[in-house]
Nanobody
Framework: QVQLVESGGGLVQPGGSLRLSCEYSGFTLDFYVIAWFRQAPGKEREGVSC????????YYADSAKGRFTISRDNVKSTVYIQMNNLKPDDPAVYYCAAVGKMWYLDLVSWKYDSWGQGTQVTVTS
């Protein structure tokens, strides 16, 4: 059973940085795509970025390009997302999600079948 546990959320000022972590376990397939999604109150869940454990290839939503960096530590079984220059549009609950053996990088939420509990990111001055 795949388990995903997010951590690292918190309160930050505009322009500040946060690094979220997603520790994963229970992977039994050859490779997975692990993604970060976010959902703000009253808004639809939005894909942010994803990474493949097959080759560590990455993909970013336009809202994340140039500001966010996704990475993976295979030894720690953890995916990170470094978020820099946080803006008032970024506050949300950030979720980690995973799907096995997806050969392409995609941020369509229904394609992911394992989800973490989420971690809150707040941006305020």
């Amino acid at each position: 059973q795949v388990q995903l546990v997010e951590s690292g959320g918190g309160l930050v000022q505009p322009g500040g940085s946060l690094r979220l972590s997603c520790e994963y376990s229970g992977f039994t397939l050859d490779f997975y795509v692990i993604a970060w999604f976010r959902q703000a109150p009253g808004k639809e869940r939005e894909g942010v970025s994803c990474i493949s454990t097959r080759d560590d290839s990455t993909y970013y939503a336009d809202s994340a390009k140039g500001r966010f960096t996704i990475s993976r530590d295979n030894v720690k079984s953890t995916v990170y997302i470094q978020m820099n220059n946080l803006k008032p549009d970024d506050p949300a609950v950030y979720y980690c999600a995973a799907v096995g053996k997806m050969w392409y990088l995609d941020l369509v939420s229904w394609k992911y079948d394992s989800w973490g509990q989420g971690t809150q990111v707040t941006v305020t001055s």
